[in-house]
């Protein structure tokens, strides 16, 4: 029988399936000094999702000699709180789940996209304050604007394709992603992020957090965005994050903001999270989620269904398919 620590919770249907093949789960949030203190040891695997950090000290801390972790699972996309050179020096595999949220993202990204351009979280707010704002706020169209996408996976060219529908015109950034793929899907694939600032009303982020990307969006760069569309309407300069906090530099967006270079900014990921007093709660034109892109139904059971899998098959003695290291 083999032992599972799930640390951020999944999915009932998941655990149920790793139970019934005979395991132990235990659904657990451990703190930073539990995890320092080994606790992972007595574990075969661990699943995690963004708010535990299995930076190296833990990892090298939860290997002894009795221990028996041999999996990380990652319930979900991003790997940037899994140190994956640490766990691959003590034999442990490292896996996620790339592809069971996509859906669920692209759709909360173009939701921000057309609550930025719709003013609706400021109509709500107004609303429920009792001010009917009809005349003040009016929005711009999607159609016949720029979007830019830094990163150009499975999510930014989900957005695309929609937003396309929309009539926007697409660019996008991505050093690692194939010229057809973009042109396939009438996209304009940039050597330089620079002129995705210079071109686009409305970015959204779809990349990695790594050091390259860290503040990739920063003062120099939203100060180059165009402000009118290219339909000639002064749309302003929308932001949009639903990839990873730490990529835009939330102070550098929060200036913009106060000096109208930027006329809104939609944020579902932080630099610290959870974000309970962010400064830019404070300004009308952000709005943000706290990190629900994957929260949906569909996108958890299919997280939890292929974490599950991956980890039968680790604990059945067979290597993942399909893991990171
Ligand atoms: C992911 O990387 O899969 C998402 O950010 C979802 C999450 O961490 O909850």
Not at 3 to 32: C, F, L, P, S
Not at 157 to 177: E, R, T
Request: charged letters at 25%; aromatic letters at 4%; one cysteine or more.
């Amino acid at each position: 029988m083999g032992r599972v620590a799930v640390t951020d919770g999944m999915d009932e249907k998941a655990i149920e399936m790793i139970t019934d093949n005979g395991h132990e789960v235990v659904v657990k949030h451990y703190t930073v000094e539990e995890l320092l203190s080994g606790i992972l040891a007595d574990f075969d695997a661990v699943v995690v999702r963004s708010a535990t950090k299995l930076t190296r000290d833990v990892i090298n801390s939860s290997v002894n000699q009795q221990s028996r972790l041999k999996f990380i699972g990652r319930a979900g996309v991003g790997v940037d709180n899994i140190d994956i050179e640490a766990a691959t020096e003590k034999n442990i595999v490292v896996c996620n789940t790339p592809r069971a949220s996509t859906k669920s993202v692209v759709e909360m990204t173009i939701a921000h996209l057309l609550a930025s351009c719709r003013n609706i979280t400021t109509a709500d707010r107004k609303l429920r304050e009792g001010i009917w704002a009809k005349k003040e706020l009016v929005g711009t169209e999607l159609s016949g604007k720029s979007l830019g996408l830094i990163g150009y996976g499975r999510i930014a060219q989900g957005v695309g394709n929609i937003a396309k529908a929309f009539g926007m015109d697409l660019h996008a950034y991505d050093p690692y992603v194939p010229k057809e793929i973009a042109k396939k899907n009438n996209c304009r694939l940039h050597d330089d992020v620079d002129s995705i600032f210079r071109m686009c009303t409305h970015v959204s982020i779809h990349c990695n957090l790594t050091e390259e990307t860290y503040h990739l969006v920063n003062s120099s760069r939203i100060n180059q965005m165009p402000r009118k569309g290219d339909d000639g309407i002064d749309c302003g300069n929308h932001l949009i994050n639903c990839a990873r906090g730490g990529i835009v530099d939330e102070a550098a967006a929060l200036e913009a903001l106060e000096s109208g270079q930027l006329s809104s900014v939609a944020l579902d990921v932080f630099e610290s999270e959870p974000a309970t007093n962010n400064p830019l709660f404070a300004h009308d034109n952000f709005h943000g989620t706290p990190h629900i892109g994957a929260a949906t139904k569909e996108a958890q059971a299919r997280i939890g269904i292929e974490m599950a899998s991956l980890i039968i098959e680790t604990l059945n003695g067979e290597k993942p398919k399909t893991s990171l290291n």
